[in-house]
């Protein structure tokens, strides 16, 4: 029922009015502009305490004018804020008195640092750069919990970045305090004799569900960082120097079997070290030597059997780090983008583990060293340099099974019209040490360079966005012939008339253009509408990620976005969406449109439903077959809808469905999901989860097999289910003191049927498009089972430096020809297998000034 109520109300909603508070303690009307705020040179560092008892907090000017954003825009504050900022020649000091008439309810949490449990909580932005589009977040809790972030292109956030600083919080007889201790050291800019610096301060009352700001943050506006307010008055500002070491030691012990798969034991001793320097007072370096990329949750479990890569989240510290300065998107679906860098590719798994490997080779290639520069000049001018080098690595009888490899990226981005207007650049290379085992199938060097263009305008409510980029690879000629054969690209397909298969060339290269415009800004609308063409031969895979080439497409979205209360809901949005895409033969390959609509209720259960259609006009694959002729796909239905508790509770459950269905009635598919986050007082949390599903294909691909002399592409109808369980626990025992805990058990079975060679793949009807296939037999069905577990205690004894402990299990299961294809099987073989247990410990220590 939300997608038509929201349709309904989006349409005729008038604002209401929010809670209300006592009249006592409510805080007075503020104007919309920030007003001029300085603050006061510190003659003596305050103690980080959580209390507003030092002298220095007694005659620092009081800012006072928050506004409400959110759920109303411009609302009044519940409850008064006041906030006081102090500098000295080494660090900035900010503290926050949050006024609460009932201090008891204040929703303190404590959570490991950089986690996000709901509670009351202070962030403060500091734009020290004063360039309207960067920005340092600093989040301290009700309970003293820590994170710290960057925010780029004045509005994207990076929680991946960190800093060491210090923070308290007190919760005492009036409401709470925010205490802030922030080394300039951390921060870049450029001494001036009288800085001025972009502030922002946000406060969550979690309860109430309301979020208060200074300045007002206005969601009908472009961008974040250029809406803070100009805080002048830094006077006698050094140029920060940061030099910082941090060497550990890991020690692991834990499952290593032989090269047969004999299960043993054996421990290992690794040292290394991180180091930071400040190049200039706002460009650093940021360098590591045998580094541990180790990461502390799992990889979800997935069984793909689709023609193209899976792509993983980025987990390892160093690379999410700064990882805004090295984006070049090319592609975006539901937050996860993907463009020509995608870090995940150093220290990949060995790519010819499965030719010249074992059970004993190793799982990972062994990255040497790391280092980057980053920073942002005066001029606007981002830097992003990054090089990385990667260990040969061998299998059986010392063969590579993945070479010594560089990688090496340079990201440029140069803000134009106060940052409203901007052009960048990125340039990436690939150069592998390939020998007599991996020349023929591994590309020697790969290119990948990019151009891109953004131009805000319309009072800044709209951006146009451009563009270009190309590639070029370069190996022996059968490693070219295995890149164009590739399911990227696929030149041998027979019915590509526009491609032709070259198995000579030594090299091959590729473009794509891209052109957006946006409405960001201004009223309730939003809107996307993007163009693109990418040639065949575009291949980004050696450090980027893109799953096909030959493309050309458009695409839009709208949507309605109140920024008020309305009716039932706190807010909610409305979305439309459609798109169209070849390939550069013409050749029709996705097409189709959904409604969705998410909001939250005034309950604090919020909910999200949806209903779309695709391959609305007829449309083919030409990636189905693996490398074979183009292949009809029938037009499908699908509808989605979810629902999720009032995370202030101490059980907040959810539950989700999607479901769809092709229209010729030989496919279906759907998946359930239930589950739950808890918490149990105020430093015990977690969530549950447990999914199933079911599909019926009746299009899966089995294989391509030569017959005499005849290449015949199969495919039959699968019949698969799928269940899992995901755990997490977080136990927070101080803020610097933690326990978390990850397990992820996955079953997944399937049964084949029908077993059909592709006969005329462009029909309509499907007894013309297959034809029975019997020449081997009954195609084998599977059965696979994956358990992964990581728990985690994180001990951070002193600023900066910190201790861990990490207990690992993973448990793999497959049987290609089972039986019996029921869950309880599955679940069976899973822990009936031996776990492979790894234990570390790894301690660090940070030098820093």
């Not at 390892?316 to 463009?339: A, K």
């Not at 101080?734 to 049927?753: C, D, H, I, K």
């Not at 462009?762 to 577990?789: H, I, V």
Request: with cysteine; glycine share 12%.
């Amino acid at each position: 029922m939300l997608l038509p109520t929201l349709l309904f109300q989006v349409a005729l909603a008038t604002p209401v009015s929010g809670p209300v508070a006592d009249p006592g303690n409510r805080a007075s009307r503020a104007t919309i502009a920030a007003p001029l705020y300085r603050p006061s040179r510190a003659q003596k560092a305050p103690v980080i305490d959580g209390r507003d008892d030092d002298a220095m907090w007694n005659t620092t000017a009081v800012l006072s004018e928050f506004r409400q954003f959110e759920p109303t825009e411009n609302g009044d504050p519940i409850f008064r804020t006041e906030a006081r900022i102090a500098y000295d020649s080494r660090n900035l000091y900010v503290l926050v008195r949050n006024y609460d008439p009932r201090p008891d309810s204040i929703l303190s949490v404590l959570q490991r640092r950089d986690g996000f449990a709901l509670s009351d909580d202070i962030i403060l932005g500091i734009d020290s750069y004063h360039d309207r589009r960067t920005g340092y977040m600093f989040r301290l809790t009700a309970a003293g919990s820590m994170a710290d972030g960057y925010m780029f292109n004045d509005g994207e956030e990076d929680w991946g970045w960190n800093a060491v600083w210090q923070g308290a919080a007190r919760v005492d007889s009036l409401g709470w305090i925010a205490e802030y201790r922030i080394p300039l050291s951390q921060l870049r800019y450029a001494p001036s004799g009288d800085n001025t610096m972009g502030v922002f301060i946000a406060r969550r009352v979690a309860r109430r569900g309301e979020r208060v700001a200074w300045p007002l943050i206005r969601r009908s506006k472009t961008g974040s960082v250029s809406q803070w307010g100009e805080v002048p008055g830094f006077v006698g500002l050094q140029a920060p120097r940061r030099v910082e070491l941090m060497p550990y030691s890991v020690g692991r012990y834990g499952y290593k079997p032989l090269g047969d798969g004999t299960p043993r034991s054996a421990g290992t001793t690794q040292f290394g070290a991180d180091l930071k320097v400040g190049l200039t007072s706002n460009v650093t370096l940021d360098a590591a030597i045998n580094p541990d990329f180790g990461q502390v949750e799992a990889d979800p479990g997935v069984l793909n059997l689709s023609a193209f890569e899976q792509f993983y989240a980025e987990r390892r510290p160093f690379f999410l780090e700064g990882s805004g300065i090295f984006r070049y998107d090319i592609d975006c679906n539901d937050g996860d983008c993907t463009g020509l860098f995608y870090s995940r590719r150093i220290g990949r798994s060995p790519q010819l583990s499965g030719a010249y490997g074992d059970a004993a080779s190793p799982q990972q290639s062994l990255i040497l060293g790391a280092a980057k520069v980053t920073g942002r000049l005066g001029s606007g001018l981002s830097i992003g340099l990054l090089d990385a080098v990667t260990d040969r690595v061998q299998g059986t009888q010392a063969r590579t099974i993945e070479p010594m490899t560089n990688y090496g990226v340079v990201r440029l981005q140069q803000d134009l019209r106060g940052g409203n207007s901007g052009i960048g650049l990125m340039l990436t290379n690939t150069t592998r040490r390939t020998d007599e085992w991996t020349r023929d199938v591994l590309r020697g060097d790969a290119w990948t360079g990019g151009l891109d263009a953004r131009h805000r305008f319309g009072g800044n409510r709209f951006q146009l966005s451009a563009q270009v980029a190309g590639s070029r690879v370069s190996g022996t000629a059968a490693a070219i012939a295995r890149t164009q054969s590739s399911n990227v690209h696929l030149y041998q397909r027979p019915d590509a008339s526009h491609l032709t298969f070259d198995s000579t060339r030594t090299s091959m290269s590729g473009s794509m253009a891209q052109v957006s415009l946006d409405k960001q800004g201004g009223g309730i609308t939003r809107f996307n509408t993007s163009v693109w063409y990418m040639t065949p031969g575009f291949e980004i895979n050696d450090i980027g990620f893109r799953t096909r080439s030959d493309e050309a497409g458009a695409s839009v979205w709208f949507a309605l976005r109140p920024t008020k209360p309305f009716s039932a809901f706190r807010r909610g949005q409305l979305n439309f969406n459609a798109y169209g895409t070849t390939n550069t033969d013409g050749l029709v390959i996705g097409n189709g449109g959904n409604i969705n609509a998410n909001g939250q209720f005034k309950n604090f259960w919020s909910g999200y439903t949806g209903i779309g259609i695709n391959n609305l006009f007829a449309t083919y694959s030409d990636r189905d077959a693996r490398g074979g002729p183009v292949v009809f796909r029938p037009r499908r239905v699908q509808m989605w809808m979810g629902t999720d508790g009032d995370s202030r509770n101490a059980i907040a459950p959810s539950f989700n469905a999607f479901g769809g269905r092709r229209l010729d009635g030989r496919g279906s598919n759907w998946d359930l999901g239930v589950g739950a986050q808890f918490r149990v007082g105020g430093q015990l949390n977690g969530s549950v989860n447990v999914g199933y599903g079911r599909n019926i294909d009746d299009q899966q691909w089995l294989g391509n097999f030569v017959d005499s002399g005849t290449t015949n592409y199969t495919f039959g109808r699968l019949y698969q289910a799928t269940s899992s369980v995901t755990f997490r626990l977080n136990y927070t025992i101080t803020p610097r003191l933690s326990f978390e805990s990850y397990l992820q058990p996955f079953v997944s079975t399937g049964e084949y049927a029908d077993w059909r060679a592709l006969a005329d793949g462009r029909s309509m009807d499907n007894s013309l498009r297959f034809t029975p296939y019997t020449l081997r037999g009954a195609p084998e069905g599977f059965r696979f089972a994956q358990l992964r577990t990581n728990n985690v205690v994180r001990w951070e004894y002193r600023p900066g430096s910190v201790l861990f402990f990490v207990w690992s299990q993973g448990r793999d299961a497959f049987t290609g020809s089972p039986t019996d294809f029921g869950m309880q099987p599955g679940w069976s073989d899973l822990f009936a297998q031996q776990p492979k247990n790894v234990f570390l410990v790894k301690a660090s220590y940070w030098f820093g000034r």
